[in-house]
């Protein structure tokens, strides 16, 4: 089926103007886009760079964000992915805050930049509920990852739920019958992977763990449409993120500084 994915025998194929439709779908309505709804900006893509440029601009009034000699700032010293704080002192926002929070200008530009790009080819493939859930997902399983390689470092920065978008587009291209390479997705993952190895002060983890976190949320999200359940979905989503919150827990645990 061209809309949900499911199987279907030859003879109850329902040919429509988009495809092959189960008899199910068959029976829905096609939601139709108008120019002027397709040329709207995405509201959860929108919302998130919104989020990080205010984040980041608190930074700077709190004497840090890159345009300050000083990189300890209050935000960053209080919000800073930091298993150490994490275990010790049980500041469990930091597993989401660090995810918010840029060392530089450069840092949140080329983040917002990437996460501008897919969203705008991502979200309106699958809805604004479903981006931002799986946004959190790979935020959270980035932050996972991280605090696995290097839980007495402290980490800053989106790329962990960026990385998480490229892999859930290309799920959901080769779901579609669409080739990641051809559509240049899987080359910006590879240079984006081959960078984080190769270049200084850039967390091998929390982009890996990202990149698997968002690919695990968008099967999550399929397998609910194959069951006719969205609910289903989002709930798998939520137990990704319930699990990688445990599995950070149990990485923090791991550290030896104490703060």
């Known amino acids: 089926c061209s809309n949900c994915g499911r199987p279907i025998c030859p003879d109850c194929m329902t040919t429509t103007a988009v495809g092959m439709r189960c008899p199910e779908c068959a029976r829905q309505r096609t939601k139709v886009k108008t ?6 900006a995405p509201q959860a893509t929108v919302a998130l760079i919104v989020a990080n440029v205010a984040v980041y601009l608190a930074e700077i009034f709190t004497g840090s964000g890159g ?6 700032g209050t935000l960053l ?31 949140i530009g080329f983040n917002m930049y990437l996460l501008y790009m897919l969203g705008q080819m991502l979200e309106p493939a ?3 509920i479903r981006f931002a859930s799986i946004y959190l997902v ?3 399983s980035g932050s996972m990852g991280a605090l696995l390689l290097s839980p007495d470092r402290p ?3 989106a790329s962990g739920a960026v990385f998480g978008l490229m892999g859930a587009a290309v799920v959901e291209m080769r779901a579609r019958g669409i080739s990641p390479m051809q559509s240049g997705i899987g080359g910006l993952i590879l240079i984006n992977l081959v960078f984080s190895f190769v270049l200084a002060n850039v967390s091998v ?8 976190g968002g690919a695990l949320a968008a099967l999550a999200l399929q397998e ?6 969205r609910v289903l979905g989002l709930a798998g989503c939520l137990l990704l993120g319930a699990a990688a919150v445990a599995g950070s827990l149990a990485a923090a645990g791991t550290t030896t500084i104490q703060t």
């Open 35 to 40: 120019v002027r709804s397709a040329s709207r």
């Open 67 to 72: 345009l300050s000699a000083d990189q300890q």
């Open 77 to 107: 010293v209080h919000g800073e992915l930091f298993a150490p704080a994490i275990h010790y002192q049980h500041e469990y926002w930091r597993l989401v805050s660090g995810g918010f929070l840029h060392g530089s200008i450069l840092h």
């Open 126 to 128: 699958i809805g604004s």
């Open 138 to 140: 790979a935020l959270l």
């Open 155 to 157: 980490t800053v920065g």
């Open 205 to 212: 983890g929390g982009h890996i763990g990202g990149l698997i």
């Open 224 to 229: 609910g449409d194959k069951r006719r359940s």
